[in-house]
């Protein structure tokens, strides 16, 4: 089975600039959670979707960012205007239910904001 | 809200040694999850512990439940250059995950 799919792997971009990720969850995860990963401040969960609806946005830094799932296999990350303070390795990953099962992690957006 | 802590923040280890990440909360413990992430990978889920007290083995891998579930550790017996990476703990409450800061383990073959 095709695991948590992310794209792009690697954005880089000056400031002020559109940014937006992309994420496909595997099929048949109901829940949806994006992070942001620095080597300050770890791993922070941003926000999370069950059945295609945000349950909690507490970990959005900012109005500048705001995500979306518009149907059950695709989501967005989307920075507008992005700082050079975005730049970090943004994860998506998807679990089957919440409670007691593991969380599916892509391979990350690399994103560097110039 | 809810705040894991995690030590060491980096461990250097011989290979052969062994090494141990212990996870600390002030507050109770839902069911904790352990995530292993390789140098430039993705976390990975490793294991869940629920019960007060439970202890799981995955080959060299000993992960434990503290009995008042405030705390949570994994031992490596015998590292191997595998085993290198970062180590996360995580907190399963109210429908979330809350990551301690993760122990950043390397090994020096």
């Known amino acids: 089975d095709a695991g948590v799919i992310q794209s792009p792997r690697h954005e880089v971009t000056e400031m002020g600039q559109e940014v937006t990720l992309r994420c496909k969850p595997i099929?048949?995860?109901?829940?949806l959670f994006w992070y942001r990963q620095t080597m300050m401040r770890g791993l922070e969960l941003l926000i999370y979707?069950?059945?295609?609806?945000?349950?909690?946005d507490s970990g959005m830094p900012e109005d500048r960012f705001s995500a979306k799932m518009p149907n059950a296999s695709f989501s967005t990350l989307k920075i507008q205007p992005s700082e050079p303070r975005d730049s970090a390795v943004y994860f998506c990953?998807?679990?089957?239910?919440?409670?007691?099962?593991?969380?599916?992690f892509g391979d990350g957006t690399r994103l560097s904001i110039l | 809200g809810q705040q894991v802590m995690q030590i060491p923040q980096y461990q250097h280890v011989q290979e052969g040694e062994d090494f141990t990440t212990y996870c600390n909360s002030s507050t109770t413990l839902s069911n904790i999850q352990w995530y292993k992430q390789r140098p430039g990978g993705h976390p990975v889920f490793l294991i869940q512990l629920v019960k007060s007290g439970e202890v799981k083995k995955q080959k060299r891998l000993t992960f434990q439940f503290g009995e008042a579930k405030k705390n949570s550790s994994l031992h490596i017996t015998a590292t191997q250059t595998t085993d290198v990476g970062t180590y996360f703990c995580?907190?399963?409450?109210?429908?979330?995950?809350?990551f301690g800061q993760g122990t950043r383990l390397t090994i020096n073959p």
């Open positions: 995580a907190d399963q409450g109210a429908q979330k995950l809350v």
């Open positions: 979707f069950n059945n295609n609806v945000p349950i909690d």
């Open positions: 099929s048949g995860h109901d829940y």
């Open positions: 990953a998807s679990s089957r239910t919440s409670g007691n099962q593991p969380q599916h």
